[in-house]
């Protein structure tokens, strides 16, 4: 095989800088590429373009915080299968090994005509190509009486980090025989089985520590992913605890009271000890200030994962409107990769193959009791279009259900350290 | 496939000890296959009161799950795909002889395999004989429709581009550790070429039973997998 162009081109550069020009004219002549939010699209956009690159285009991360705790996994932390700090990364690697310069600041503004990226700490990034990895937000109003100053009162624990430290801590807080509530989000939100695995992991702590409490769950979907295996799962392992509350019973017509820790399902007041409310989701505020979003997301055209509404900004994961993907980490990593190829191949020229992206999202129902649901999808000129897929069957035996546990662990190692180097 | 269709019409009219003929018949000679046995007995007991030794012995291994016999230490490998759903009945027992590792990559079983398909069909025949009651051996259904992973010299000859592969590779790499790391999933990193073409046929095919892993390989073009075995290939350089 003959050496490709990007190994050519990248060697060509580092050539020119140590032999003529000033080490500072070469970091000036590199194409900039900014990328917004180090989750797991961001993160692995932002390592792949450097990677495979080899240094010819200059990367920025920027990303508030310094401590990144994985949203996937923080619901075993919730049910005790994980310390809090096996769930927390730094950006250290891909600042020494893949020389991204990592910022920590909030972006808070975007000139597209002058392509510039403003932070909060008063600086401006210029940027070549821009990639928005915002992860979510949550809809202003979306369960009447709640809103971000109550998110101590009735943590949403949908950011992981300090609110699911907090939720847990209610949890364990609980008097006995009292009542933890969810109240449940409408389609389409981050991590689809993720509040039915959070029901199975809190329901895990309490049948130990807290056998007569109740869980009830408001939810304004009439069914939900994975269903019939969490419904199955509770029945087997927390008989009689979990009463789920769908649209078809009233679960949609939902209020909160957090002064009185009070929940109103359809016309009936339940005074509760925990209340975990999900609410409402849209795509990261920084889209809807780029100006890229339709409704409550960013549409994307799914060959590339550029912005429909201007080419030069491509959005990865839960923030965007792609079409059959389901919003999770798995699938915002396997855009990211599409998008670092797609970024190379306009910056530099390098080769671009068809986009190809696949999902398997992992849950966790009770010790050693996992299951998963994943599927592959290609780019159609519309969307990103799902291709085949498949789903753990109810009544599976325990070693199977063993293995898939075990396996969910083996893939969180695969992917945070795709994700961080 | 007609000789196998009209065994499963016999075995449902016959009376047992006929069909048992009938069938161990078909699957090859078992007098023969005493002899080839003489490659396996070295590691592997059969017949009365065989014990385990360097590797499991074989007694009633017919419609046995993979990595299922009790107080013998299996391979990681081999305990995850009976987990998966492995069970050793003719059709997976023909493919683990002809290349262990392209069934269940991480076996331990050292054994370059039986290229001759007479002279696995042989050794099987004789192994079946120590099966507990031959009328009930899974064998009749998975014969009827016995696929393999017989490579073409075409699909092989393929040289795949490590650039496209490496693209590929992010696909693998959401769970498979770059570095080699293999808790929970195996590691997929310095295998032979040939090796990760044949393994994944084998999933594409549906031979080994990883549903994840017969989804991503099922959609992988020959040329895909080749790209992809060129790309770790070079890895391992």
Redesign the interface.
């Known amino acids: 095989m003959t050496i490709n162009r990007r190994g050519f081109i990248g060697a060509g550069l580092a050539v020119t800088a140590s032999l003529s020009a000033p080490a500072v004219f070469a970091q000036n002549a590199r194409p900039k590429v900014v990328v917004i939010g180090g989750g797991a699209g961001g993160a692995t956009a932002a390592r792949y373009i450097a990677k495979d690159s080899k240094g010819a285009i200059d990367v920025t991360l920027v990303e508030p915080t310094r401590t990144y705790y994985t949203c996937f996994f923080s619901n075993l932390y919730m049910g005790g299968f994980r310390t809090l700090e096996s769930i927390a990364h730094s950006y250290g690697t891909l600042a020494s090994e893949y020389g991204i310069n990592v910022v920590h600041d909030w972006a808070v503004g975007i000139d597209r005509d002058a392509r510039t990226v403003s932070l909060a700490g008063g600086n401006t990034l210029n940027y070549d190509r821009l990639i928005l990895s915002p992860g979510i937000d949550f809809v202003d109003g979306a369960v009447p009486g709640w809103d971000i100053n109550a998110q101590n009162a009735m943590p949403h624990a949908y950011k992981a980090g300090s609110q699911s430290e907090l939720l847990k801590a209610q949890i364990e807080a609980m008097p006995q025989g009292g009542t933890f509530a969810m109240v449940a989000p409408p389609n389409p939100y981050r991590c689809p089985p993720g509040p039915y695995e959070r029901v199975s992991m809190v329901a895990h702590m309490l049948k130990r520590d807290n056998p007569t409490a109740k869980i009830i769950v408001a939810d304004p979907k009439p069914k939900f992913s994975k269903m019939a295996l969490f419904q199955e799962g509770w029945a087997n392992h927390y008989e009689g605890m979990v009463d789920w509350i769908g649209s078809d019973f009233g679960g949609g017509n939902v209020s909160v009271n957090p002064d009185a820790m009070t929940v109103t399902i359809d016309g009936e007041e339940t005074k509760v000890d925990v209340c975990n409310v999900i609410p409402a989701m849209k795509a990261g505020r920084i889209c809807e200030m780029a100006g890229i979003t339709e409704g409550n997301w960013a549409p994307v055209n799914g060959h590339t994962m550029q912005s429909r509404m201007d080419e030069n900004i491509h959005v990865l994961g839960d923030a965007t409107n792609q079409g059959d993907m389901p919003k999770s980490g798995f699938s915002a990593n396997s855009q990211a990769k599409v998008a670092a190829m797609a970024v190379r191949g306009a910056l530099l020229g390098s080769k671009v193959f068809p986009a190809k992206f696949s999902n398997t999202c992992w849950s966790l129902i009770g010790t050693d009791d996992g299951v998963k649901v994943g599927a592959t999808y290609a780019a159609t000129d519309e969307k990103i279009a799902k291709v085949d897929g498949f789903i753990s069957a109810t009544g599976e035996d325990a070693a199977l259900r063993k293995t898939t546990y075990e396996e969910s662990i083996g893939w969180y190692e695969g992917i945070t350290s795709d994700m961080f180097g | 496939m007609t000789r196998f269709f009209a065994l499963l019409v016999a075995a449902a009219i016959l009376p047992w000890a006929a069909v048992a003929e009938e069938t161990a018949d078909a699957i090859g000679d078992p007098t023969r296959g005493t002899k080839i046995y003489s490659k396996c007995s070295g590691c592997h007991l059969v017949g009365p009161n065989a014990t385990d030794r360097i590797g499991p012995h074989l007694n009633g291994i017919f419609g046995r799950a993979a990595g299922a016999h009790e107080g013998y230490r299996y391979s990681k490998s081999m305990t ?1 795909a ?4 492995l069970v050793w009945d003719l059709e997976t027992l023909d493919a683990y002889l002809e290349n262990p590792r392209a069934l269940v990559s991480g076996t331990r079983m050292s054994f370059r395999g039986l290229k001759q398909a007479q002279d696995r069909a042989d050794v099987l025949a004789y192994l079946r004989t120590y099966s507990d009651n031959p009328a009930n051996i899974p064998e009749a259904e998975p014969t009827a429709r016995k696929h393999e992973v017989e490579l073409t010299p075409e699909i092989l000859a393929i040289v795949g ?4 592969g ?3 590779s ?2 693998c ?7 080699g ?5 195996p590691s997929i990193v310095y295998w032979p070429e040939e090796d990760f073409v044949v393994a994944m046929h084998a999933y594409k095919r549906k031979l080994r039973p990883h ?2 892993m ?3 390989a ?2 992988l073009s020959d040329e895909e997998i080749a790209a992809l075995a ?1 790309y770790f290939g ?1 890895l391992a350089n």
């Open positions: 995850r009976g987990n998966d759903g581009d490590p650039e496209y490496e693209y590929l992010s696909e790499t959401t769970c498979h550790q770059s570095d790391g293999d808790d929970g999933i549903p994840v017969q989804m991503m099922g959609r060129a070079r």
